[in-house]
């Protein structure tokens, strides 16, 4: 919103969604007890090493960011089975379908042990098994590769450039704008 004013552009009606997004989201974090109830805790350090950061991942960063996210990845994996049920020029369209049933499935069984567990504030879970962790993060983030590369497949190419740069860049808007510039200038 504030790229679009300064360069005097007619602001879109996304914008001002994502804008309203970002501020509800921001607001949500900052209430959640877990951002502000421990703050002694080892995930609050900063490391720099890697076995840190990648211990830090699986056991702990990964659930709260993929694995509590049962209802939001069942929803998102139903919704591109039903997009490749529609289309039928996509490759391979019957093994994307059966892995991401196979995705639905194990997200029912993860979430059925991971009620059974106590999850601390921080949202590290007691007694969890090391196997599962591990199962846990190789299967939640090869899912979001898998979204992400879906996404990318499906869309059309001007919007494709629209999520890798995150941008509505065009050629015509950076002339424009350094024409702006340079009459400001002179």
């Known amino acids: 919103v504030c790229q679009k004013v300064f360069i005097r552009e007619k602001i879109a009606k996304y914008n001002y969604f994502a804008l309203i997004g970002t501020l509800i989201g ?15 805790s080892s995930y609050r350090q900063t490391t720099h090493g890697i076995i840190q ?9 990964h659930f ?13 994996a139903a919704l591109f089975i039903l997009i490749l049920l529609c289309k039928s020029r996509v490759r391979l369209r019957k093994i994307i379908i059966t892995i991401l049933s196979g995705y639905l499935a194990y997200f029912v069984f993860i979430n059925t042990y991971v009620n059974y567990k106590s999850v ?14 591990y199962l846990d993060t190789f299967v939640m983030t090869s899912f979001w590769f898998l979204i992400i590369l879906l996404t990318l497949y499906l869309l059309p190419i001007k919007l494709k450039v629209m999520v890798i740069f995150f941008s ?19």
């Open 53 to 61: 950061i990648i211990n830090n991942y699986i056991f702990q960063t």
């Open 26 to 40: 921001t607001f949500l974090m900052i209430i959640n007890p877990s951002y502000y109830m421990i703050s002694n």
């Open 120 to 133: 601390t504030p921080l949202f590290v879970i007691n007694n969890l098994s090391v196997h599962i962790a």
């Open 168 to 186: 509505d860049f065009r050629w015509n808007h950076r002339r424009s704008l350094s024409n702006r510039c340079k009459s400001i200038e002179n």
């Open 64 to 76: 709260y960011f993929l694995t509590f996210n049962g209802l939001l990845k069942a929803l998102i």
